[in-house]
C-alpha cells in the first residue's frame, strides 16, 4: 500500500509543460487569495504549498522542487505586507524534501499524498513559526488543534490536487 | 569536483536558502513607511488583481440582474416597512438635529475643532492577501484613483483598516485585526483610550487600559482620533469580554462592527478637514444659557417675563430659531420656563462688551472667534437681569464664574 521503499531506478519521472509550470502556481496563488473571500474558512488552506508538493513529489528532482517552491513561495510572499521571504525559505525546504523523499518512496497512492501533505505541512509551518519569530520577530500563536486540523483539511485536499496535477503531468 | 557535484542538490539549496534569508534581513533591517514597493510586489498585485477584478465585477453583474429584475419577492413589503421606517427616522431627526445645534453652539464657545470625513470613495474589495498571518485584504483603487497610504477604510458599519500600499489601480488595505495594525481608541462611555490591535489569531483586543477601571462588556469603542489615521468617534465595534491581563493592564476584547471575514464594499476616507464648530444661529449664547435649557426650572411669572416695549430673548425650545429676535407673546413667555432662563442669563447674551468679556473669561481664547460667531445683533434683552433672583439658578458654578 502507501509508502513504499523503491529504487531510483523504478521511479517514474514526470515533468510538466511549460504552460502547466506557469500556470498551475499561479492559479494556485491567485485562488488563495479570491477564495477567503467568499469562504473565510478557505484560509485554513495553503494552496500554493499542496502544488508545490505534488510538483515536487512528481518531477522529483530536488533542484526543480526546491526552485519551484522558492518561486511560488516568494509570489505568495509578494501579495502580503510581510518581508518577502518568508513562504519562500519556508517552501523551498517543502520543494526539497519532497522531492528527495519522491525519489525513496512511491507516492502514487492517495494514502502515501495523505501522509506525505500532512508531514510536509507541519514542516511548512514549522519552518515558517521559527523564521518568523526569529528573523523578523513577529507574534506568533502556534495553536495545536488548529494546526491539526489544518493539516488534515490540507491533505485531503491535497489529495484532490495531486490527482488533478497526474493528468497535466507528462512521462520523461 | 566530484564532492561538488555529489552535494550539488545541497549546495543549491543551502544557497537558495542563504539569499533568501538574506533578503528577509535586509528587509527587515529597512522597514520603514517610506519604503517604495518592491518590484516583485508590483509584479505579484499586477500578475494577480485583474483576474480578481475580472471575477468580481463578473460576480456583481449576475448577482445585480438577478436581485434587480428576478428575484423580487417581498418587494412590496420591506418598501412599506422602509417608509415606515423613514417615518419613525424623521422624527427622530429632528430631536437629534435639536441636540446638535446645541452641542454646536457648545464647541463655538470652546473654539472646539472638530474632525470631520469630507471627501470617501468607494471601492470593491476584489482579493486578499490568502494568508492567515497576513490579514489584509485589496481593493480595485489605486494611485490613479487618489488613493495614498495611510488613507482610512471605512464601511456604514464601522472601521476596517488602513491603506498600506497602493499600486496604479489597487490597493493593499491593513485589516485592524492583523497583528501589525494599531489604532487609536477610546470607550463610548467610560471615555478610557487604549490601543486597538489584532493577535496573531485574528482577535482584536484594545490594549492600555488600566486594570483597576471598571469596563463593562457590550461598551462601544470608538476611535480616538489619536493614530492621526481615523477621524475620532467612528465606530469600532463592542467590548465582547474583559480579563485581568498581563502587567499592568486589562485584557479587553473586541469584536469588530464591521465584519472584516465578508468585505464586499468599503469606503476610503480621501480627505478630512477641520474646522472650527460654529453655531448655525448667530445668537449670542453662553454655555450656561444652554445648559439650562436642558434643565427643570419654575417657570417665572408672565408679568415679569418680558416688557411690553422689549422683544424677549425667546427660547422656549432648544432649536436654533430660538436666537432670532421675536416678539414673545406674554402666553408664551408666561408659559414657558426657558423664556425665563433665557432672561435670566440676558445680560451677558447681550451683543457687545459683556458678551465678548463674558466668552473671554470661560471660554479663553474662543472668546474672540465666538463672539465673532455669535456676534449679530439679534437678541435685545433688558439691561438688567428680569426676575433674575427669583428664578432658581440651575447652575451656580457656571453662573457665578467671575465674569
Redesign the interface.
Known amino acids: 500500500m502507501a509508502i513504499t521503499y523503491t529504487s531510483g531506478e523504478q521511479v517514474e519521472v514526470y515533468r510538466f509543460s511549460i504552460p502547466a509550470t506557469t500556470l498551475i502556481p499561479l492559479t494556485a496563488v491567485f485562488l488563495q487569495a479570491w477564495l477567503p473571500l467568499r469562504f473565510p474558512f478557505f484560509t485554513i488552506f495553503d494552496l500554493p504549498l499542496l502544488v508545490t508538493i505534488g510538483f515536487a513529489t512528481a518531477r522529483r528532482s530536488p533542484l526543480a522542487g526546491l526552485l519551484t517552491g522558492s518561486v511560488i513561495g516568494i509570489l505568495q510572499d509578494a501579495l502580503t505586507h510581510h518581508p518577502i521571504g518568508l513562504y519562500g525559505i519556508s517552501k523551498t525546504v517543502v520543494g526539497f524534501g519532497a522531492s528527495s523523499l519522491g525519489i525513496k518512496l512511491d507516492v502514487e497512492h492517495a494514502g502515501a499524498r495523505f501522509l506525505l501533505t500532512i508531514v510536509f505541512y507541519a514542516v511548512h509551518e514549522v519552518v515558517y513559526f521559527m523564521i518568523s519569530r526569529g528573523l523578523v520577530g513577529l507574534r506568533m500563536a502556534w495553536t495545536w488543534p488548529h494546526e491539526l486540523l489544518s493539516g488534515v483539511a490540507n491533505a485531503m485536499l491535497g489529495v484532490l490536487v495531486f490527482m488533478l496535477l497526474d493528468r497535466v503531468k507528462q512521462r520523461t | 569536483m566530484d564532492v561538488l557535484g555529489r552535494y ?2 545541497l549546495i ?2 543551502v544557497g ?2 542563504f539569499a ?2 538574506l ?3 535586509v ?2 533591517r529597512r ?1 520603514t513607511d517610506s519604503e517604495p514597493t ?1 518590484l ?2 508590483i ?3 499586477g ?2 488583481t485583474p ?2 477584478k475580472v ?1 468580481v465585477w463578473v460576480q456583481t453583474s449576475t448577482g445585480g440582474v438577478w436581485h434587480n429584475y428576478f428575484y423580487l419577492r417581498g418587494v412590496r413589503a420591506e418598501n412599506r416597512n422602509l417608509k415606515q421606517q423613514i417615518e419613525r427616522m424623521s422624527l427622530e431627526q429632528v430631536r437629534m438635529s435639536q441636540d446638535a445645534d446645541q452641542a454646536r453652539r457648545l464647541q463655538a464657545l470652546l473654539a472646539f475643532k472638530e474632525q470631520f470625513i469630507s471627501r470617501t470613495m468607494a471601492a470593491q ?10 490579514r ?3 481593493i480595485d483603487k489605486g494611485e490613479s484613483d487618489g488613493i495614498k497610504p495611510d488613507m482610512a477604510v471605512i464601511t456604514a458599519e464601522g472601521i476596517v483598516g488602513k491603506v ?2 497602493v499600486y496604479r489601480s489597487t490597493s ?1 488595505v ?1 485589516l485592524i485585526d ?3 495594525s494599531g489604532v487609536g481608541a477610546i470607550l463610548d462611555k467610560t471615555r478610557l483610550q487604549g490601543i486597538l490591535r489584532g ?3 485574528g482577535e482584536v483586543v484594545l490594549e492600555k487600559v488600566m486594570s483597576d477601571e471598571a469596563v463593562p462588556a457590550g461598551e462601544m469603542v470608538l476611535t480616538s482620533g489619536g493614530d492621526g489615521i481615523f477621524p475620532k468617534g467612528l465606530l469600532v465595534g463592542r467590548v465582547t469580554k474583559v480579563a485581568p491581563g498581563n502587567e499592568l493592564f486589562l485584557n479587553i476584547r473586541v469584536r469588530p462592527a464591521a465584519d472584516l ?3 464586499e464594499e468599503v469606503l476610503v476616507v480621501t480627505r478630512i478637514d477641520e474646522r472650527q464648530a460654529q453655531p448655525d444661529q448667530a445668537g449670542a449664547a453662553r454655555a450656561v444659557d444652554i445648559l439650562a435649557e436642558r434643565l427643570p426650572t419654575v417657570p417665572s411669572k408672565p408679568e415679569n417675563a418680558v416688557k411690553a416695549d422689549t422683544p424677549a430673548p425667546v427660547a422656549p425650545s432648544n432649536t436654533s430659531s430660538d436666537a432670532k429676535p421675536k416678539a414673545v407673546s406674554p402666553e408664551a413667555s408666561a408659559g414657558g420656563a426657558p423664556a425665563a432662563r433665557k432672561t435670566a442669563s440676558s445680560p451677558s447674551s447681550s451683543p457687545g462688551s459683556a458678551s465678548a468679556t463674558s466668552l473671554g473669561t470661560s471660554a479663553g481664547t474662543s472668546s474672540g472667534n465666538a463672539a465673532t460667531a455669535t456676534g449679530t445683533p439679534a437678541m435685545k434683552v433688558s439691561p438688567k437681569p428680569v426676575k433674575a433672583a427669583e428664578t432658581p439658578k440651575p447652575q451656580p458654578a457656571v453662573e457665578d464664574s467671575p465674569h
Request: aromatic fraction near 4%; charged fraction near 15%; charge should be positive.
Open positions: 550539488r542538490n543549491v539549496l537558495v536558502l533568501q534569508v533578503g528577509l534581513a528587509q527587515v522597514t518592491r516583485i510586489r509584479w505579484a498585485v500578475a494577480v483576474l480578481e471575477l474589495v476584489i482579493g486578499s492577501s490568502g494568508s492567515e498571518l497576513s489584509s485584504v485589496y498600506l500600499r493593499q491593513l492583523d497583528q501589525t493577535t496573531p489569531a471575514s465578508k468585505l
